[in-house]
């Protein structure tokens, strides 16, 4: 079994910058693909980053160059930089897990953006 819990979501304004974790508890990280979505109010959930378990990363094109996804496999947790934030960011933040033994969600964490 495989869970996530996410942190770090919070307002901020335009420009700021915050950084979320997502801790994973249980086995196989290292074996496992990270990735990190995000859904606005009255929008679908759209993926945002990922990260692979060999360390490659791809972005969404609006995301590009202002967020960072990493990994610490020692402490089982991936990272989500986010600089130069606009108030179209705003949205519940998740992480999601997939790997041998299945894919799995965090709760989300709420980051919010004014302008």
């Known amino acids: 079994q495989v869970q996530l819990v996410e942190s770090g979501g919070g307002l901020v304004q335009a420009g700021g910058s915050l950084r979320l974790s997502c801790a994973y508890s249980?086995?196989?990280?290292?074996?496992?693909?990270m990735a990190w979505y995000r859904q606005a109010p009255g929008k679908q959930r759209e993926w945002v980053a990922g990260?692979?378990?060999?360390?490659?990363?791809g972005y969404l094109d609006s995301v590009k160059g202002r967020f960072t996804i990493s990994r610490d496999n020692a402490k089982n947790t991936v990272y989500l930089q986010m600089n130069s934030l606009k108030p179209e960011d705003t949205a519940v933040y998740y992480c999601k897990s997939l790997g041998p033994l299945g894919n799995y969600w965090g709760q989300g964490t709420q980051v919010t953006v004014s302008s």
């Open positions: 990260i692979s378990r060999g360390g490659n990363t």
């Open positions: 249980g086995s196989g990280f290292t074996q496992t693909d």
